[in-house]
């Protein structure tokens, strides 16, 4: 597998969680062709490594602060991402630039690394998403399914049986 | 007086910030502001108990096994759920597997660049370099040609502007005492544990308990099946498969890590005077077939090691005095079981420059055993185990001490704890393979139990227990506290390691172990406090708190 995303951010702090429940809807309603894989990165940074290094292109979901509007959805790509990595919601953020630092210093960082972000709305303890992250989940999704559509993956809605 | 504000990571709450005030080329007095993770039974409470390892694992950015571990202990604790033998040898390889590659990665990426000047790396001769690399160790790579490849990489990395990792060290400082040579050599194994860990890890995703994200626990033992016959089960090859990366791990903590440590630590013995601490307290982890730990639970007062106390949790009380919390019975000390987590935010609106250090100034309660505050990490385990005269660690110890021609006094230090970590780390790397032998021996019996599922259902629960989870993570020891009612979660607290090292002052003034050690440290230029920072960083804070980033004021 050429391509990866990776979900990154803390499910227990409410719109920061929003990168893991987005990989976790595109693992479970969508068939991709040729086959990607999908990583609920959590809070992790250097541990990612052994899994980033697989990738010849990757798309991190998560909070960005684009000092805009909650909700506020955009693409990042390459050199663009470092200075976003400024403002950390949490912990994770730094975990996530160190990642991205190490694996260039090592030689594994993916050709192509993409970040979708969202400005989130709440940051604090709890598990649901604000309803202004949740009115935008397909809208994130759409915007992932765009870029891999760039990058010839066939991306088809599953039905969801079961 | 300067007063230095060392605050790593501004607008992020998971944060450590240190104030510390200066005089005379000393640091007369130092305040630690953290957050622990708090608040965790507002996310749990109502809650199925067996799920909450689910949730814990994410409550750090790092350290996502050791969560899910405590937890799993302390409900089964609650329950009395009693853990087959092959769950006790699977989470031990886990557990010692963590330890290793957490230790060697905080060694190289977080700590090793407050003793190694990077730019003087690159003043380094290759030659030379490679002649002091076959002097302490065989580590086979060790050519001329390997260390000037090294060296060009950095070079190109650090003048491509983009300094990334290495932005934020205090490059040429005096405090720096390595020739280019030493430098040199710890760049590359800087490099070389990067590659090194990646591997390692690879057996805890054999086990499932890092995919990224740990699956195989569950309250009563192990998800992942053991057998032998079975393809999709753990078998002989993945014995085959686990010694091959622990023998990979055990080769580069024996001829890498340690040979470094003590390489390093022979220019900065002057450290075994800084940063000491005088009380110490470890629950003890890795139990074996009887129960009984292979590192022991003790505790450690005024540096007597002739006298280690057994532990007793309930001896734990956490104040508020100086913490943003109030709680409902006033300026009391609470027993975690009967923690309570309301915020009480009375500091200064950020952006702001200095902490109000005379009221509440941390989000980090003031845990204390017996009213004193409590260092815990691999430099508690192994005094604890020195003082009860443990064999194998006492033939480490004493290894390293002899070598560094210096004595037991030594260990209360900064210099004492960070080669504790590496003595440690040695015999964890060890002990993995031990349970990997031990894990196949139970598999040839014909054991493939891996799960008590006696206590599953909640109608054999009492219909009010608590518990208590403890795990020696590699930061020091871990403790989930739960209280169950009707089969759910009532209340859910988590001591984690930062909270008892980073603690700050309590209901009686006395300073927590991270500001008590750092009183006395040299500061060479207030400016630029790479001291503080070696103190801090050997209690190896989380991974954020570990960033090399300084905030500097003067008073």
């Known amino acids: 597998m050429e391509i990866g995303i990776i979900g990154v951010g803390n499910i227990l702090l409410r719109d920061e969680g929003v990168g893991p429940k987005v990989a976790e809807i595109l693992k479970k309603n969508y068939k991709f062709e040729p086959e990607i894989e999908i990583i609920d990165g959590g809070t992790l940074g250097l541990d990612l490594l052994v899994f980033i290094e697989r990738f010849k292109k990757i798309i991190i979901i998560d909070v960005v602060d684009f000092q805009k509007e909650p909700g506020y959805t955009d693409v990042l790509i390459g050199e663009e991402i470092p200075p976003y990595l400024k403002t950390r919601f949490s912990m994770h953020h730094v975990g996530i630039q160190d990642l991205l630092e190490v694996a260039k210093l090592i030689g594994i960082l993916p050709e192509e690394v993409v970040v979708v972000g969202i400005q989130p709305e709440v940051v604090e303890m709890g598990l649901d998403l604000s309803e202004t992250i949740t009115g935008k989940i397909n809208e994130l999704i759409k915007r992932v399914v765009n870029i891999l559509e760039k990058w010839g993956v066939k991306c088809a809605l599953q039905s969801r049986q079961k | 007086m300067a007063r230095l504000v060392i605050d790593p990571v501004t607008r992020i709450e998971g944060h450590l910030r240190v104030e510390a005030t200066v005089n005379g080329g000393k640091v007369k007095d130092a305040w630690s502001s953290c957050t622990m993770w708090r608040g965790m039974e507002i996310v749990l409470k109502g809650k199925d108990p067996r799920d909450a390892w689910a949730y814990t694992q994410r409550a750090c950015g790092v350290c996502t096994t050791v969560h899910a571990i405590a937890s799993v202990r302390a409900v089964e604790d609650a329950i009395g759920a009693k853990i087959p033998d092959n769950a006790r040898i699977l989470r031990n390889i886990i557990m010692a597997n963590q330890n290793v590659q957490d230790h060697v990665i905080h060694f190289y990426h977080l700590h090793a660049l407050d003793w190694v000047d990077v730019t003087s ?339 054999t629960w009492p219909k009010e227990c608590k518990g208590v989870g403890f795990h020696e993570a590699p930061r020091g020891c871990l403790a989930h506290f739960v209280v169950i009612k009707d089969g759910k979660i009532a209340n859910y607290q988590m001591v984690v390691p930062s909270t008892w090292n980073l603690s700050p002052r309590d209901h009686k003034g006395q300073r927590g172990p991270v500001e008590e050690a750092l009183v006395g440290t040299p500061v060479a230029d207030s400016k630029l406090p790479l001291e503080l920072l070696r103190t801090i960083h050997s209690y190896d804070p989380c991974m954020a708190c570990g960033m090399h980033m300084i905030e500097v004021r003067e008073e």
Not at chain 2, 125 to 138: C, N
Not at chain 2, 355 to 384: C, F, H, Q, T
Request: aromatic share 12%.
């Open chain 2, 121 to 459: 790396a690159l003043k380094a001769d290759p030659k030379k370099t490679s002649e002091l690399a076959k002097k302490i160790s065989s580590w086979p790579k060790n050519s001329e040609t390997y260390f000037k490849a090294i060296q060009d990489k950095v070079k190109a990395f650090v003048e491509s502007g983009q300094l990334g990792i290495f932005s934020n060290g205090y490059w040429g400082h005096s405090a720096y005492k390595l020739p280019p040579e030493a430098n040199l050599l710890a760049v590359a194994h800087y490099l070389e544990a990067l590659d090194w860990q990646r591997e390692v890890i690879k057996i805890q995703a054999l086990l499932g308990a890092k995919n990224p994200h740990p699956q195989t626990f569950v309250v009563g033992g192990q998800s992942t099946p053991v057998d032998p016959e079975s393809q999709n089960a753990l078998n002989a090859d993945s014995i085959a498969f686990m010694l091959k990366y622990a023998d990979m791990a055990l080769e580069f903590v024996e001829k890498v890590y340690i040979p470094d440590l003590l390489a390093v630590a022979s220019f900065y013995k002057d450290w075994a005077g800084y940063g000491g601490f005088s009380n110490f307290l470890a629950c003890g982890d890795w139990p074996d077939a009887s129960g009984k730990m292979y590192l022991p639970g003790g505790v450690i007062k005024n540096k007597n090691l002739a006298k280690i106390e057994p532990l007793d949790h309930k001896k734990f009380k956490e104040y508020i005095t100086h913490s943003w919390y109030k709680y409902s019975q006033g300026d009391v000390g609470l027993h975690p079981w009967e923690g309570e987590t309301t915020p009480n935010y009375t500091g200064p609106k950020p952006p702001y420059e200095y902490l109000n250090v005379d009221g509440k100034y941390s989000w980090g309660k003031a845990i204390r055993y017996e009213d004193l505050p409590m260092e815990v990490g691999p430099l508690a385990r192994m005094l604890v185990a020195y003082g009860l005269g443990h064999k194998d660690v006492k033939e480490v110890v004493d290894m390293v001490l002899k070598k560094l021609g210096v004595g037991p006094e030594a260990l209360f230090s900064t210099l004492g704890r960070t080669a504790a970590r590496g003595i440690e780390t040695l015999l964890m790397a060890k002990k993995t393979k031990d349970y990997i032998f031990e894990l196949a021996a139970n598999m040839g019996k014909g054991d493939t139990k891996i799960a008590d599922t006696d206590k599953w259902d909640p109608k």
